[in-house]
């Protein structure tokens, strides 16, 4: 037992001197600094298109002389840093708005004997920043545990990060001329009302507001209809018109859509029902439509909330001639029946250019 106790004694004194042999020889306290301090800032741009958008910017601690202790390292905002910077590169930046920023959790590891620590980082948004307006965000060094004797570097104790918001300008009445529907699943067959023709759902692409798409009445909904743009354009709204005719008082309204659903693409997987599948958002899905709530408002514009680079809008109606036969609720008549879902025209509005100020 007595050479066991005194093989493992030597065991510990040899792991001891080993350590003591690898580990530095510390002649002042560990110094810390900001990682780039100095260097060009980081710049976020956040594009704002109906919805908030979010950005991250990353940063790091270094140590200038180590420790032999691990750190942890909290951050700041610190908006006196601001002036300093205006001052010294002859800008008149203002601090960005704490509602457009979060740091909670940002703090680093820096592990004994290291140089570099792990990573930070802060979440930048769009809520809270003005319209078009450019922000600087100073992010310094706020407390250091784990070594009481350690100090940071004033002159390396903060990065800066640069915010710009960029806005969408008012989308533009987009040209439909090339315009096609090259699929859709319910039509009715061409017909005359106040001579003026129905049925086919090329109505929708024709210019003329007393023509109109009829779905199929003999067929359920939802029905479905995919229209070419011929080209990838921005789209951020959709203008429908309904029916043109009011019809008989005891309907709240005629050929107003109430639900109706759109997905957008760049490519798609063929024609025909193939033109149903590809590469589509998924659906933006609107009920009870208030555009169309009065019987005399025929058009209306449907604002979405993303913007769409694609070049084919997939549309998902959901209205159908009775009750029972609807993808959702819909305007029923005093008979339980209702006409929503005849389309006049289909339109959409967006950018051709670059859609932000």
Same mark, same amino acid.
């Given at each position: 037992?007595?050479?066991?106790?005194?093989?493992?004694?030597?065991?510990?004194?040899?792991?001891?001197?080993?350590?003591k042999?690898?580990?530095?020889?510390?002649?002042?306290?560990?110094?810390?600094?900001?990682?780039?301090?100095?260097?060009?800032?980081?710049?976020?741009?956040?594009?704002?298109?109906?919805?908030?958008s979010?950005?991250?910017?990353?940063f790091?601690?270094?140590?200038?002389?180590?420790?032999?202790k691990?750190?942890n390292?909290?951050?700041?905002?610190?908006?006196?840093?601001?002036?300093?910077?205006?001052a010294?590169?002859?800008?008149?930046?203002?601090?960005?708005?704490?509602?457009?920023?979060?740091?909670?959790?940002?703090? /680093?590891?820096?592990? &004994?004997?290291?140089?570099?620590?792990? *990573?930070?980082?802060?979440?930048?948004? %769009?809520? +809270?920043? @003005?319209?078009?307006?450019?922000?600087?965000?100073?992010?310094?060094?706020?407390?250091?545990?784990?070594?009481?004797?350690?100090?940071v570097?004033?002159?390396?104790?903060?990065?800066?990060?640069?915010?710009?918001k960029?806005?969408?300008?008012?989308?533009?009445?987009?040209?439909?001329?090339?315009?096609?529907?090259?699929?859709?699943?319910?039509?009715?067959?061409?017909?005359?009302?106040?001579?003026?023709?129905?049925?086919?759902?090329?109505?929708?692409?024709?210019?003329?507001?007393?023509?109109?798409?009829?779905?199929?009445?003999s067929?359920?909904?939802?029905?479905?209809?995919?229209?070419?743009?011929?080209?990838?354009?921005? /789209?951020?709204?959709? &203008?429908?018109?309904?029916?043109?005719? *009011?019809?008989?008082?005891?309907?709240? %309204?005629? +050929?107003? @859509?109430?639900?109706?659903d759109?997905?957008?693409?760049?490519?798609?997987?063929?024609?025909?029902?193939?033109?149903?599948?590809?590469?589509?958002?998924?659906?933006?899905?609107?009920?009870?439509?208030?555009?169309?709530?009065?019987?005399?408002?025929?058009?209306?514009?449907?604002?979405l909330?993303?913007?769409?680079?694609?070049?084919?809008?997939?549309?998902?109606y959901?209205?159908?001639?009775?009750?029972?036969?609807?993808?959702?609720?819909?305007?029923?008549?005093?008979?339980?029946?209702?006409?929503?879902?005849?389309?006049?025209?289909?339109?959409?509005?967006?950018?051709?250019?670059?859609?932000?100020?």
């Amino acid at each position: 037992m007595t050479r066991y106790c005194m093989l493992a004694c030597a065991a510990v004194f040899a792991v001891a001197c080993s350590e003591k042999e690898t580990s530095p020889e510390l002649s002042e306290p560990a110094v810390i600094a900001m990682q780039n301090a100095g260097s060009e800032p980081q710049k976020i741009e956040l594009y704002d298109s109906g919805s908030v958008s979010e950005a991250k910017a990353q940063f790091r601690v270094e140590a200038e002389s180590i420790s032999d202790k691990t750190l942890n390292i909290t951050f700041r905002a610190e908006p006196l840093k601001v002036e300093e910077y205006n001052a010294e590169h002859g800008t008149d930046y203002k601090m960005a708005p704490s509602e457009c920023y979060d740091m909670a959790g940002a703090e /680093v590891l820096l592990p &004994r004997y290291n140089t570099v620590s792990s *990573t930070a980082e802060v979440t930048v948004s %769009t809520a +809270g920043i @003005p319209d078009s307006e450019t922000y600087l965000l100073p992010v310094v060094i706020d407390k250091v545990s784990g070594d009481e004797d350690v100090t940071v570097d004033s002159g390396k104790d903060a990065i800066y990060i640069i915010i710009k918001k960029y806005v969408l300008k008012e989308p533009v009445l987009l040209n439909r001329s090339g315009w096609e529907v090259i699929y859709c699943d319910s039509e009715a067959n061409e017909s005359m009302y106040n001579g003026y023709p129905y049925g086919p759902v090329k109505y929708i692409l024709d210019n003329e507001g007393n023509t109109w798409w009829n779905y199929n009445t003999s067929t359920k909904a939802p029905f479905t209809f995919v229209i070419d743009l011929k080209e990838e354009i921005y /789209v951020k709204k959709i &203008r429908l018109t309904a029916r043109p005719d *009011t019809g008989d008082n005891k309907f709240k %309204t005629r +050929g107003a @859509p109430r639900n109706v659903d759109f997905a957008f693409a760049s490519s798609i997987s063929g024609t025909g029902p193939d033109a149903v599948n590809g590469d589509y958002s998924d659906f933006e899905v609107f009920t009870d439509l208030e555009q169309f709530r009065s019987r005399l408002n025929f058009t209306g514009d449907i604002t979405l909330g993303g913007l769409y680079r694609c070049r084919y809008i997939k549309v998902r109606y959901n209205g159908a001639w009775k009750n029972a036969d609807s993808g959702a609720p819909d305007y029923i008549s005093e008979t339980g029946t209702y006409n929503a879902g005849m389309l006049a025209e289909f339109e959409a509005l967006g950018y051709t250019d670059s859609p932000y100020e």
